[in-house]
Structure formats: C-alpha cells, structure tokens
C-alpha cells in the first residue's frame, strides 16, 4: 500500500526483499509458489509504476525480481510497450529495455526495427535516435551482416534523418544524430600525423645568441635557444597513446634514440595526447648531421578510439647548430623584451623562396588517403547541396550550422591538396550570420568564427607573412631574434590551427578577446608570448604554458584576472583538487607551508614550473605588491 | 529586473527545517538527509548558516549513521550512498568532519562486493529469523569501498542498483574525506567513461541516454580525478549550451522543459568544461529570478509553480555560478562553497 502511494520510500522496496528472500529459502518451497511470489512482485512494481513512471526504486526492483529467473521477454516487452507510449521519453523505461534486449538476447537488428517505428510515429524522438546510434555503432564495432560498409549504410541514415530534420528544423532532436553521421563520415578510424617540427626535409640551425639574424635560413626552422636541446614535436589528427622510443624511432649522430623520452602535451597524468614531445640534446661545437625520425614503424600508436596507427612515416631534417659568438664587442642590448608596435618591423621579401619551401614542409601530405575516401567527399557534397536546398527554403539556424560544419568539413579533409581552404570565407559568413540569427549561442560561434579565421590566415603562404615581423631591440635598434607572428587585434576570442604554429617562438595575440589560450601546449618552441589586453579570467587558465619549457618572457597585462570568484579552469590545471592518482602535484604538497603561497595556490602551482625573465602582470585585479612578491618567491629568476 | 530575495528565502528554508509535519515533509521523509544538504549549503550561499543549531543538527545526523559505516536518508531508513554523501557535505559545510571515525565510512578495502553479498545473505537470513517484527530492519553493512563492483562501478547499498550517480557520490566523498585511495580510482574512470554517449554527453548506464544530471555526475567524477581530458569538450559543450531554451531557462534534454534545477546540473558541468561562456548568462539568470516565490520564499521548478526546498537550493546554486552579488562562490565539482573546500584541501 505505502509502495503503491508513494514508490520512492526505497526502505520498503528493501523490506519486500527481504521477505522475498525469506519466502524463497523456505524448506517447503516449489516452483508453484516461487512463480506466485515473484508474479506478485511484478504486480506491486507495475502498481508502483503507475503511480510514478520514473522511480528509480521500482524499475530496480523489478530488474532484481527478474534475477531470480521468471518472467518472459514478451510479459516486459508488453510492460514496456505500455510505459513507452505514454512516455516516449522515459529513460528509465528506455534503460530497462536495453536491459531486457540484453538479458534476453534480443537482437541489434530487432531493437533497431524498433527505434524506426518509434521515430516513424513521431520523429521528435531523442530517445529513440540515441538508441539507434548504441546499436549501430556496436553493429558496425562487430561487423555485424549488413554492417559491414559505412559507405552503404551511412546514406540510409543521411535520408533517414533529413526527415526528421527538414519536417521541423527548430527541433533538435535530429541534430546531433546528424553530427555523429558527420563525424563516421569524415573522421578516419586509424591516426594519422597531422604535421610536425621539425619539418621533413628542413634545415634546421640551432642559434644560442638572440642577437644572431642570418638570413639563410627560414624563420619556420632557425631556433633562438640557449638551453642546449631542441624538441621534436608530433602532432596527431587525434588523441594517441603508446609514442614511446619504440614506435618512434630517432636516428642521429648525436644521441641515443634509447635515451629519447616522449611525452604527452595533456593535462595531469594523461598517457594519450594529440601532441607529444622528445627533447633532443646538442654538443656546443659546431655541428652538421641529418636526424632521421621514424613513426609508427613498430605497432603501438593507438588512438583513444581504439584504432592503431598503421601509416608508418619517416620525417628527415638537418641539424645545424651555430657556435656562440666569442666576440665581446658586440652592441648592447636591451635588458627587457617589449613587443610594442614600435618595436616591429614587417618581414621581409628577400627570403620568399625559402619561406615558401618551408611553409610546405610544415603539414604532412598524407597521400593514400585520398583514393581510399571517394565516398567520403560524395557523402559531403551531397549533404551540403541538401543544406544548401533547406536554406533556400527556410533561414533556420541548424541549416546555416550545419552548412558552416559541412563545409569546413569538406576543406580539411581538401587541404593539404589543394593548398587552399576553398570555402573560409562562406563559412565565415554563416558563422557570423548565426551570431545574429541566435544570439543566446554568440559566444560559441564567435569561437567558431576565430578558429576557421585563424585557419584561413595560416594556409596560405600570402597571408602568413602578413603576419610575421621582425623584432627591432629598442637599445641597438638592431634586428634580432627569431620572427615574431603578430596575430593581434583580430577579435579572436579562442585560438586554433595549431599545427600549422609549431615553428612560432615569439607570438603577439594582444587585443583580442581570448579567455582560454587551450591547445597552446602544442607550441613547443614559444620564448616570448604576448597576452595582453584579452579577456583571461584567473591564473589556472595559465595551465597550457606550463608546458613551454622554452618560455622566458610573458605578457598577461590587462586581463580580468581577480575579477572573478567563479573559476572556470579550475579542474583543467593540475592541482591537489583534481586528485589524479600518481600526480606531480601530489609530492609538492608537502614541499610549501609557506602560508603566503598557500593562500595564493594558484600562482603556486601554474608557476612553479615556469622558467621566466620577464612578466607583465600590471591591469589586473591581483596585481597588488603582496602578489608581486609571492611571485618573487615562486619565480626567484625573475 | 526582479532581485533575489534573500531574506524570504532564508524564512523559507527555516520554516520547512522546522514542519515535520507538513505533507510535503511526510512525503519526503525517507530523503530529509538531502532535504538537510539542500537548505543548510543555500542558507550558506546566503551567508546565513549560523541561523540554525549546529549541534541538533549533528546529533541528528549521527543518528542516521549505521553501524557500517552508511547513512539513512532519515532515522529508521536504511543506509545508501545518496544519503551519506549529503551527510558528509553537511559535516563538511559545519567544519565537523572530525566527528565521523573515517576509517569506518570507509573501510572494506579488502572486500569484493561478491563476498559482501554472500556475507550479507547469510547474516540477513539469520537476522529475518530472529527478529521478523521488525518493520524496517537495519541490515545492510555497506560502506563505500565495499560497493565497488569488477568493472568500476558502484552499487548504491548492498541490492546492487549501479548508476554513475553512485560513482559520482563515490568519489566526492571519499575526497571530502581525502581517502580518495581506498577506491580503484582507475577502473571507476573507465567505467564512467563506457557511459558516455556519442553525442559526447553520459548515461546512468552504459547505452543510457545522455542527460544533464547523469552529466553532471560524471563530469563532476572526472573533474575529481585529475580525469576531464577525455571528455569531448567541444562536443558536450555544445550539447550542454544547446539545453537553453527562448524563455532563458535550461532543460535536461532535448525538447524538454526547463527547469531551475538544470541551472545547477547544466551551468557546473559547463564551468568545469570551461564552455559556460557559449551560454546567455543573463537570460538565465532572469529565468532564475521569476522562478522565486517573492510573496513567501522559496524558488519553484519554473516561474509560477509551487517552491520547494530542492529548487531553491538549485536555483541559489546556479545564481552563484553566475556570478550573482552577495553570494558566497560555489565549488562546481563538490557542490559546496569553494571556502569549504579549500579549508579541506588547503589549510597547510
């Protein structure tokens, strides 16, 4: 009685069974009476359920009556049957059925028949959609009959869900089926190395002196560094695990390939990355040698997906390394970097047919793709002439987005081959027009916007060196240092196209609008960073520089950090917070009782690892003297 | 715009703390220890803690305690893992985790859930034996590390319903209670990960649809563990922001109806993933506000609907995520005011 009132009093559903257990031990019990007391727990449950479809306690109850063996699939499926036409939503109804599909060995194919007829009668049925993914996904995992060729099955699932999404396009329900029939059409199962640093086939100069400016070389591969060692950078289309020495292996004169550790560029202890890093160690003298460097040629790359790497390649580069400068008269120069417009010099046309061999070194061409993947640009260019139709029909935003999605699609999966994003500006458009079309969602197409932005600026060679300057030292007025990518005042408000950026060492990204600088890990060889003037909330948002062992001087002026008491990035950085078993921040935790840092744990953990000369702090809220000392403290070098 | 009445919602919470003998109170009698975490952190948020008696308080808790170790949801139910995670935020919030002998919440390292419930029949068989007129018999010997399963899991009591809710309750707290070890951390990650779903959201189970509590719960998880690089931030976030609807307020799924409490399952699941950005902030927080009961306290499910203490809590919640004046900063992951948590982690 109380069970059928109010079926969330879950101690009574524990006293039933316990009375059951009771019953069902007893020494005079038979199937007879087992059937009967088991059939009248399925009758309080329903009762139950009928009071309130959604208790948690009823449906276990249920599931734990089941166990001790009675009903038939056909009783729960009618039982089901009932609650998933008044509701078709009900998740608890819809988890019970995969529970009974399950137990009752049911078939992937019959559960899928169903999800159909559920979405013939009404097509605004989430529900029913994210079961049919479960089961096609484990239908295409088992290479089930039928299953077997994405190519042909994919296009029923395109005109399936047009369907849905053409007959109301403010409903949702369709669009993220949609999204993942995207992402099985686009995205390849096995990795593939996206680019790297050094590029294949470079020349690479190693200079110890800032002050050296030789022009021979390209700026994408003469490193300015005097820490005695270079990295090798890998960047991935995805997330891998299992780069170690021996399925990567690096052959030169200099060093040992067994010595080489490969790290992941990830966040705490993450073993699986889309970048990873090796840090090669070079002699003083003078020195000429080719390193040799093999991926994959040994199974263990794997995806997080599950796929191995199964295109070995091979990248090559020389490795020249310019001896110190013995003599003593050389011009001063300033004691302080300050990447201020005066200080900049627009790059220079001598070069250009050195930038532009370079500038192709940098993205691998990975060429067996293309024959393979026919049906991956049919799929596309059939679904952005759907789109293109739906617009014309009515303005909706899931039209333009999806569009936008096609389209940017389609240009990644072109380039490196066609050596241009054929549609940047036309998706540029839609993300701004959506930006007007629905304005509670800005920000994320705005982010959007300054990806595909970011993406156009740096495939071409043209628009590159509008961005690249030449560093004038304010003192000397001499030209030094390594090129500086100016990617200022572009009202970014997130950055991108990282793998074409590995070779960046000085950036300017002042005056955007930047509040997350997530994915700059990637760019190893960064020693001066300008941040100034965006919208950087807190010091955790720091985290990705913590990577850049290269980073000497660093600009954060003019941020809002302080301002803030919500912290977005607070479990995105590695602190005793986010207890990742086995992390470096565990063992610092005793290292500090220091109670100035404790109170200021933040700056303590982003900046215990940071190697800085310089940082510009001024324009924030916590930028007050006791902060600048707590800085001193944690950053002696400063 | 309307403003948050403070001072009505405090009434509010004080009243319903202290009718035990309204319907709705009756009704939920068996969660009053949630009922307890909800009004005791909103009156927090609202800087109004030391509006009740901190000791009726603990020795009310400490009577839901069970000799395993567990907490009831309200004297004379059986102990579950919902109830003793509000029980140990509860202590949390009042600064008196010293009164929980640790060791005993979480114990059983040893054990097996297999030879828990094998343990368990028996003692239960003899037990019903003995004293059957028992109306609610006080038989489970859980205790957390005891309720990890094989696959990472964790069952709610000793009847073995498995949610990521429970890993979620799990983690939390065993680290409020900085015992995070006693647990295979690494096989309860991977088992919250076979729940995410393809449209990068998570389910109660592996195939469960996503939905912004489950998500909440294994975001939160994730967080815990050092553990959000495998989540699609890109994609979830959009799923996530995509829970706004015109009116400002956020559903749990698609095309459903919004409800305040989302403001706390969906906006701390977008700060952890650091995409609260693609949301509108401002409509939300209006959404909020015409939630509240002005009249007599208390904040409802959507605007005009009857208040209760769940809601106002929620709703109190999301407002400090947004940033709202005059309320305390709340931790997104533990769902306790960020100076609580740091007074647990970072006292020196």
Redesign the interface.
Known sequence: KLLEI?P????????R???V??YL?LPDCNPDSIKSVLDDELRVVENALRQNFKS?GAW?HR??VLSKGNSSIDNELRLLDKFQKADS?N?HA??YR?FIAESMKRSKQDELKYTEDMIYTNF?N??AW??R??LL?ALFEKKAEGFLSKEKVLPEEYEFIHQAIFTDPD???G??YH??LL?QTVTTDSPLLASSWPGHGSDVLLVGDRRYNGSAFSPFSALHSDSGSFPIVLYFNQPVGGVNSSTVTVECGFNKNEDLLWKPL?????Q??RVWVAHLKVPSSDLHSTVEVSVGHTKGIIS?RGFEYSHPSMLSFKVHVQPMERDSSQVSVAESISLREENFKVYGKQSEESIIDSFDQLIIKNGHETTASNWRFEALAKEIECFRELLSLVDCKIGKLTLARLLKAYDAMSYPFANKLVHSEEVLELYSDLMKLD??????YK?EHSMVLLQKVTSSKESLIQHCFQYKDSVSSAICGPICLRLNNLSLSRMGAFEKLLWVQMLDLSDNEL??I?GLEAMQLLSCLSLRNNKLRSLTALEPLRKLKLLRVLDISYNQIGD???D?????C?S??????G?ESNKDETVT?D?AL??N?EAFYIFKDFNLNQLDIVGNTIADEKFKSVLVKIMPKL | MAELAVDKHVKYILAVEKNKDSFESVVMDHLRMNGAYWGLTALDLLGKLDSVNVDEVISWILKCQHESGGFSGNIGHDPHILYTLSAVQVLALFNRLDVLDIDKVATCILSCVLLMKLFAHRWLYESIVSSCTSCFAQVSKLDITGLQNEDGSFSGDMWGEVDTRFSYIAICCLSILCCLDKINVEKAVSYILSCKNLDGGFGCTPGGESHAGQIFCCVGALALTGSLHYVDKDLLGWWLCERQVKSGGLNGRPEKLPDVCYSWWVLSSLIMIDRVHWIDKEKLVKFILDCQDVENGGISDRPDDAVDVYHTYFGVAGLSLLNYPGLKAIDPAYALPVDVVNRIFFSG
Not at chain 1, 439 to 444: F, G, I, L, R, S
Not at chain 1, 568 to 572: G, I
Not at chain 1, 576 to 581: A, C, D, E, N
């Open positions: 109010n969330e009093s879950y101690t009574a559903w524990n006293y069974k316990l009375a257990e009771h031990n948690y276990h599931k734990w939503r998740f819809w988890n995969r605004s989430y529900s994210h079961n993914s479960v996904s409903d949702q329900s669009w993220f999204l993942w992402d990830s966040a705490s202890n993450s699986t990355a997080t304005p509670t969602h800005y920000q994320y982010d509040q997350s997530e803030h008491s919500i977005t990035t607070r479990y995105l590695s005793p917070l986010s207890h990742s078993v992390s009782s109670v404790i109170e744990w």
